[in-house]
C-alpha cells in the first residue's frame, strides 16, 4: 500500500473516537441538567417540636425539627423543604406555624427526595401532642 493512500481502518478508528467523545459530552450535559434533587428513603418521622420555619425567595420553604433525623437520609438530617406549587404547600405552611406558635409537636411525611442543599421533601404534615 502506497503511502498517500486512503485508509479506511485509521478514518472508522479515529471517526469512532469523536463519535464516542460526543456522546460523553452529551451524557454530561444531560446528567447535569436533571432536576437538583437525589432519592433516599421516604416514611415518616418521629414526633418533634419545630426548631425554626424559613420562608424563602426561591419556590421552597425550609424547615428544621429539633432533635430528629429524617428517614430519608439526606445530607441535613433535621432538615426538611416543601416546594410552594405543590398541592396542600400552603396548608402544610400553616400547619407548621400553629405548631411553632402553639409549641406543639409534628410528624413529617418524606418522598425520599433530597435538595442540594441536603433538605428532605415533605408531602404531608401531622400535627400532635
Not at 500500500?1 to 459530552?25: A, K, R, V
Not at 450535559?29 to 434533587?37: E, Q, V, Y
Amino acid at each position: 500500500m502506497q503511502q498517500n493512500e486512503f485508509n479506511l481502518s485509521t478514518l472508522s478508528t479515529c471517526f469512532s473516537g469523536h463519535i464516542f467523545l460526543g456522546l460523553s459530552l452529551l451524557l454530561s450535559i444531560a446528567l447535569l441538567t436533571l432536576p437538583a434533587k437525589s432519592l433516599a428513603s421516604s416514611g415518616w418521622s418521629e414526633s418533634s417540636s419545630i426548631a425554626e420555619v424559613n420562608p424563602t425567595a426561591r419556590h421552597y420553604y425550609q424547615f428544621r425539627l429539633s432533635d430528629i433525623e429524617s428517614p430519608a437520609g439526606c445530607k441535613q438530617a433535621d432538615g426538611f423543604y416543601q416546594d410552594y406549587k405543590d398541592r396542600g404547600a400552603e396548608q402544610m405552611y400553616s400547619a407548621l406555624l400553629e405548631a411553632l406558635s402553639g409549641n406543639l409537636k409534628v410528624k413529617v411525611f418524606v418522598t425520599g427526595g433530597c435538595n442540594l442543599k441536603g433538605f428532605a421533601e415533605v408531602s404531608s404534615i401531622i400535627i400532635s401532642r
